[in-house]
Nanobody
C-alpha cells in the first residue's frame, strides 16, 4: 500500500522560498492525482495545489497562484511544491495527498483517501 512522506518544511522569513517534497513508497504514483493541502493552527485543512497523473493539468488555490508551483516526477515517485515569495499567512502544516483517477483534479479534502503525515512551514515577518 502506497505511503506518502513529506519533507522540506522549515522556518523562513517572509519573501523567502522553500521547496517541499513528498515521496511515495510501497507503490507507484503514476495513476494518481497528487496534491498539496495545508492546515493552519485552529483552521480547517485547505487546498493548495494539484497535478494530474502526467503533469498535464494543474490547479492552484487563488491565494498561492503565481507564487507556488506544483510538479511531479513519476520515475522518482515524488511530488514537489516550490513556494516563492512566502508570506506569514502561508504558515501551516503542509500535507500531500493522492486520489484516483489520475486525470480528474479536485480541491476537496474528502476526495483524497491517502495522506502523508505533514511537514511544518513557518514564515515570520
Amino acid at each position: 500500500q502506497m505511503q506518502l512522506v513529506e519533507s522540506g518544511g522549515g522556518l523562513v522569513q517572509a519573501g523567502d522560498s522553500l521547496r517541499l517534497s513528498c515521496a511515495a513508497s510501497g507503490g507507484t504514483t503514476s495513476p494518481y492525482v497528487l496534491a498539496w493541502f495545508r492546515q493552519a493552527a485552529g483552521k480547517e485543512r485547505e487546498f493548495v495545489a494539484a497535478i494530474s497523473w502526467n503533469g498535464g493539468q494543474t490547479d492552484y488555490a487563488d491565494s498561492v497562484k503565481g507564487r507556488f508551483t506544483i510538479s511531479r516526477d513519476n520515475a522518482e515517485k515524488a511530488v514537489y511544491l516550490q513556494m516563492n515569495s512566502l508570506k506569514p499567512e502561508d504558515t501551516a502544516v503542509y500535507y500531500c495527498a493522492s486520489r484516483f483517477p489520475g486525470h480528474i483534479l479536485s480541491s476537496r479534502v474528502y476526495e483524497y483517501p491517502r495522506w502523508g503525515q505533514g511537514t511544518q512551514v513557518t514564515v515570520y515577518s
